[in-house]
Nanobody, 126 residues
Framework: QIQLVESGGGSVQAGGSLRLTCAASLGTHTAACFGWFRQAQGKEREAVAAINSDNTTWYLDSVKGRFTISKDNADKILYLQMTRLRPEDTAMYYC????????????????????WGQGTLVTVSS
């Protein structure tokens, strides 16, 4: 059974930083790609960043240069380092895993979402 648990959300002022963590338990599965998504109130969920099994990455244009996705070699911890936060970054942030398809610079964000975490709330005040 796959389990993803996010943590690290909170309230910060614009320009501040937060680091989100996703603890992943994949059982007997192997991840092809991990990703971070967010959903602001009243809006659709959007892909924010993704990282491939070979550590190539993809980012939403609006977070490029501000957010960094990374993971440990054992695929047990996924991170999203967020800097220079803006009020428009306010959202519930979720991690997800794709067990089948590659993602990253040439392949884009996750194509499959085989499991989701419960989310962690990020609030950025102006």
């Amino acid at each position: 059974q796959i389990q993803l648990v996010e943590s690290g959300g909170g309230s910060v002022q614009a320009g501040g930083s937060l680091r989100l963590t996703c603890a992943a338990s994949l059982g007997t599965h192997t991840a092809a790609c991990f990703g971070w998504f967010r959903q602001a109130q009243g809006k659709e969920r959007e892909a924010v960043a993704a990282i491939n099994s070979d550590n190539t990455t993809w980012y939403l244009d609006s977070v490029k240069g501000r957010f960094t996705i990374s993971k440990d070699n054992a695929d047990k911890i996924l991170y999203l380092q967020m800097t220079r936060l803006r009020p428009e970054d306010t959202a519930m942030y979720y991690c997800a895993v794709d067990l089948f398809f590659q993602c990253g610079r040439w392949n884009g964000p996750l194509r499959r979402k085989d499991a989701w975490g419960q989310g962690t709330l990020v609030t950025v005040s102006s």
